[in-house]
């Protein structure tokens, strides 16, 4: 029966993941049981800093300088205002999109995030595991704490038998080293990897000035944590041990013996592949820390070297740390597939625009054609909602993913992951976007930012 055309009846709308993660946590709430991994961000920061050493929490939260491209990042979400819709009728939405021709279950990757091991020895792994079960891309840190081909083989082995869809598993993100034959061994390994793109990162040719860590003495690559890429390959252990035979001193300078000193010698064996004993008495981890640090960066990086890419990789190339328009239209004429706006989560150069307000302006000057993903500054799936309507084809979830891994391991991951594609789903929901086209219709406003909430972060 039909009343002015209307069925009487409707078809029943399926749970979004929204209402799916709410539900789960309301009916362990009955029972007395509440999340362990906060459903808030700045909830769950806190939670991370309680479980997190020192020296972790200063590299995995620092920011360059007094942390103003920091608060920059998060000002700039907090500036803009979402005008929700109503009677829009949306029952039932989908998340999934496509990026450089790999469909995904959503707008959402993991932000590559080097020297895991501060946190776990298996960092990457856990993070790859959790992903795969969540069934979103990870981007693999070059500076990771185990090999790539380790961590692929995790994501792979952890992929979401329900899902229908190829998973499109892992990313790779590359730091372009002075020694050229390097940088194609690694690209090459990322190819054999399976990877679904080789993700460029243009912003550390240098790392940048960053008190929290330096006011510690504490860099993890020093301490072997973080050069697991390095270490298990071919050419970098054939540089190494040139440079045994040849005598060469890294730039490290003299270091005075101090319980500290053998502990960092200590952690040294303990990251390099092989048996910790045999590793303290060898020469080769300790030179491995030496040669990683005077040649995994090349400050000479320039836009002729990044051309030589056409013709040395056959993945789709992603270039992240694009702030400025012109470098935007650079990017892609000297061939990238898409390019990242990002200023490394405010780890690098104090005071810089935000990458959200430098995505309008890139979105402005080349048009809606080009894929543009967004880094720095997301932590709700609010943010992804906006981001995603001011340009973003899909967005990368950095520090709050590392810190569900302090929390709560692997499980932590996965959680972190659930609430914000929760919160994306609910966002869609209530504003009356069915899927990623129409939240890139989703009206915004943008206002003047009220006090910052993200300055009283220093004192979490």
């Given at each position: 029966m039909e009343t002015n055309g209307t069925p009487d009846t409707a078809p029943p709308s399926r749970p979004g993941p929204g209402r799916a993660r709410q539900d789960a946590i309301y009916r362990s709430g009955v029972s007395g049981i509440r999340p362990r991994v906060p459903t808030d961000a700045a909830g769950l920061e806190r939670a991370a800093r309680r479980a997190l050493s020192r020296k972790a929490w200063a590299y995995i939260n620092g920011s360059a300088g007094e942390g103003r491209t920091y608060?920059?990042?998060?000002?700039?979400?907090?500036?803009?205002?979402?005008?929700?819709?109503?009677?829009?009728?949306?029952?039932?939405?989908?998340?999934?999109?496509?990026?450089?021709?790999?469909?995904?279950?959503?707008?959402?990757?993991?932000?590559?995030?080097?020297?895991g091991a501060l946190v776990h020895p298996d960092s990457d792994l856990m993070i790859a595991r959790a992903a795969g079960r969540a069934d979103v891309p990870y981007v693999v840190s070059n500076q990771g704490s185990s090999p790539l081909e380790d961590i692929a083989a995790a994501c792979r082995n952890a992929r979401n038998p329900d899902k229908s869809r190829e998973y499109a598993g892992h990313w790779f993100q590359l730091y372009w080293s002075t020694d050229e034959q390097l940088v194609d061994n690694l690209i090459a390994r990322a190819e054999d990897s399976g990877a679904g793109a080789?993700?460029?990162?243009?912003?550390?040719?240098?790392?940048?000035?960053?008190?929290?860590?330096?006011?510690?003495?504490?860099?993890?690559?020093s301490r072997g944590q973080g050069i697991a890429q390095y270490t298990s390959d071919n050419r970098f252990l054939r540089i190494v041990r040139q440079r045994l035979r040849d005598h060469v001193s890294g730039g490290t300078g003299g270091v005075r013996v101090t319980p500290a000193a053998v502990a960092s010698l200590l952690s040294i064996a303990r990251h390099h592949p092989g048996p910790t004993l045999r590793n303290l008495l060898a020469p080769e981890p300790r030179a491995s820390v030496e040669t990683f640090l005077d040649i995994y960066s090349n400050p000479g990086l320039d836009w002729d070297l990044l051309a030589t890419l056409t013709q040395r990789t056959s993945l789709p190339v992603v270039f992240k740390g694009i702030l400025h328009p012109d470098d935007a239209e650079r990017a892609f004429e000297v061939g990238a597939d898409a390019i990242i706006v990002s200023n490394h989560g405010g780890r690098q150069v104090d005071g810089a625009v935000a990458s959200l307000d430098a995505l309008v302006e890139i979105r402005e000057r080349i048009g809606e054609g080009p894929t543009v993903l967004l880094d720095s500054g997301i932590r709700t799936g609010r943010d992804v909602a906006v981001a995603v309507a001011l340009g973003a084809d899909a967005v990368l979830l950095g520090r709050p993913h590392m810190y569900g891994l302090a929390v709560a391991g692997e499980q932590g991951v996965r959680e972190v992951v659930e609430n914000v594609l929760a919160d994306l789903d609910l966002t869609m929901a209530l504003v009356g976007a069915p899927d990623i086209a129409g939240l890139r219709q989703m009206e915004l406003r943008r206002s003047a930012p009220g006090p910052s909430r993200v300055s009283a972060r220093r004192q979490l």
């Open positions: 608060d920059n990042n998060r000002s700039a979400f907090d500036s803009y205002r979402i005008l929700p819709r109503m009677a829009h009728g949306v029952k039932d939405r989908s998340l999934s999109t496509t990026v450089l021709g790999q469909e995904l279950s959503s707008p959402l990757l993991l932000a590559p995030v080097g020297a080789l993700v460029v990162t243009l912003d550390t040719t240098v790392l940048g000035w960053r008190p929290q860590d330096l006011n510690l003495g504490s860099l993890p690559f």
